[in-house]
């Protein structure tokens, strides 16, 4: 990643960081247990890549930073709510997350959950009252964070994942949960920022193609992770597939690695029909992958 990138992505996520600190109440605000519970979870240190992948779309298409700021937050409060649900007992029953403990193991199952539920809600209030949306930007922004999490999204995912361990393997269905789990908020994350950007309409199409492409490669390359990497490396549990079906397991190491290589290759395949405005996002998406997830590609 070249240096100017990489600053840019530093300064971003720092400025996400912040904002999400802004958005959420304090700890000692009433009821402290779940506001405690909320910031346990949201303002903990993490790669955020799709809010990155909102700020870093539209900044690269033309929009202004400081609009997209909000709906990136936003995204980011999503998925921190499904991960949040992602570690309960009856997902993975994870001890760790982003290298602290579940948020569940620190406040319980009954807080934990209502802190994802609350950070849901305040994903779209936020949507709601960010700063230069004008009224068709906020309405598609809520209709697509909206069909990322349910319908056929994230919350279809979980329950294709929860379901998995019943059928035959099939790597095909596999791709299908991807896409739904984690391909669908890549998706809504950097759509937003294109429609942020007020690309013209031809480009959605290809910007989504992109962007579920690089949603099934971080998934995969997050498998491939939690077979091959540790838990100071990545800051969560590994080990948590072991037993479960998924395209390492069914396809094997190399030929996983295989696949979220094609999936690189078409991702920037899908942002040809942009021309020269896609190569940098082709660049964006290289610089998110980082050399962890990049050195687990190369195997």
Known sequence: MCSELQHEVIRLRERVNERLGELVPPEDAPPEQLHKAIRYSLVAPGKRIRPLMTLLTATRLGGDVEVGLDPAC???????ASLIVDDMP???DAEMRRGRPANHR???????ALAA???????????????????TQRTELVRLLSEALAGEGVIAGQLHDLQSEEREPDPERLKKMYEQKTGA???????????????????????RDFAMNMGLLFQIVDDLLDRFGTLESIGKDVGQDDGKTTLVSVLGPEEARAEACHRLEAAERALDPLGPAGRPLDEMARSLLGPGMAATLRG
Do not use: N
């Not at 936003?74 to 921190?80: D, F, G, K, N, S």
């Open 185 to 207: 908020l890549f998706v809504a994350s950097s759509e937003a920022g294109a429609r942020i950007a007020r690309v013209p309409p031809e480009w959605i199409v290809p910007i």
């Open 74 to 80: 936003a995204v980011e409060m999503i998925h921190t």
């Open 106 to 112: 620190v406040f319980g199952q009954d807080v934990a």
């Open 90 to 92: 009856f997902m993975d």
């Open 117 to 135: 539920f609350d950070l849901v809600s305040r994903a779209f209030g936020t949507l709601a009252g960010a700063r230069g949306l004008d009224d």
